[in-house]
T-cell receptor
Framework: EPEVTQTPSHQVTQMGQEVILRCVPI?????FYWYRQILGQKVEFLVS????????KSEIFDDQFSVERPDGSNFTLKIRSTKLEDSAMYFC????????????FGNGTRLTVT | AQSVTQLDSQVPVFEEAPVELRCNYS??????LFWYVQYPNQGLQLLLK??????LVKGINGFEAEFNKSQTSFHLRKPSVHISDTAEYFC?????????????FGGGTRVLVKP
């Protein structure tokens, strides 16, 4: 069964540094997402991406965050200047269609900001 | 806006016993409902979903859930659990009319199956 893959599995970075989290969604999917889970808290929606543009974003997704689909396969999340509170597990997901189409999640990237 | 409440943060259960994980939601619009499972060091995997039709939904690994609109609940059940069901379970909703699939998650219920 096709999978969403995320790299790296664990990223450690210093506060103020830029970090790029990478994801390869399922190849025939059209919608792409980033979610995050701070330790001990709920999984939170960050952003959805469709047709090469952001379709929706949460309040968390401020100017420090950006997403890109640089080629036909990768989907990246960039954090421009990391803060301690950005430490979390970041999940990439993709779906074939919109609201009634289940999300397929990757295994996540654990980001630790020191 | 939607919100999801999972009333139990942890549920210990003996092998072969039944388990029920409770989920209540609130929303001003109609929603789709999902249960996801997260095994250790893995991503979220879809267990089952309710979109429309029969309120009793069957999913993978012997799980089922019942949508109750009047009680705004979507409780997950399994009649007999295995050790391998030890995982964290997340209830989630999405807006019926949203173009994409923005999920709002509950806080999760950690199930520990004991031999």
């Amino acid at each position: 069964e096709p999978e969403v893959t995320q790299t790296p599995s664990h990223q450690v970075t210093q506060m103020g540094q830029e970090v790029i989290l990478r994801c390869v969604p399922i190849s025939n999917h059209l919608y792409f997402y980033w979610y995050r889970q701070i330790l001990g808290q709920k999984v939170e929606f960050l952003v959805s991406f469709y047709n090469n543009e952001i379709s929706e974003k949460s309040e968390i997704f401020d100017d420090q965050f950006s997403v890109e689909r640089p080629d036909g396969s990768n989907f990246t999340l960039k954090i421009r200047s990391t803060k301690l509170e950005d430490s979390a597990m970041y999940f990439c997901a993709s779906s074939a269609q919109g609201a009634n189409s289940p999300l397929h999640f990757g295994n996540g990237t654990r980001l630790t900001v020191t | 806006a939607q919100s999801v409440t999972q009333l139990d943060s942890q549920v210990p259960v003996f092998e072969e016993a039944p388990v029920e994980l409770r989920c209540n939601y609130s929303s001003s619009v109609s929603v789709y409902l999902f249960w996801y499972v997260q095994y250790p060091n893995q991503g979220l995997q879809l267990l089952l979903k309710y979109l429309s039709g029969s309120t009793l939904v069957k999913g993978i690994n012997g799980f089922e859930a019942e949508f109750n609109k009047s009680q705004t609940s979507f409780h997950l059940r399994k009649p007999s659990v295995h050790i391998s069901d030890t995982a964290e379970y997340f209830c989630a909703v999405s807006d019926l009319k949203a173009a994409g699939n923005k999920l709002t998650f509950g806080g999760g219920t950690r199930v520990l199956v004991k031999p």
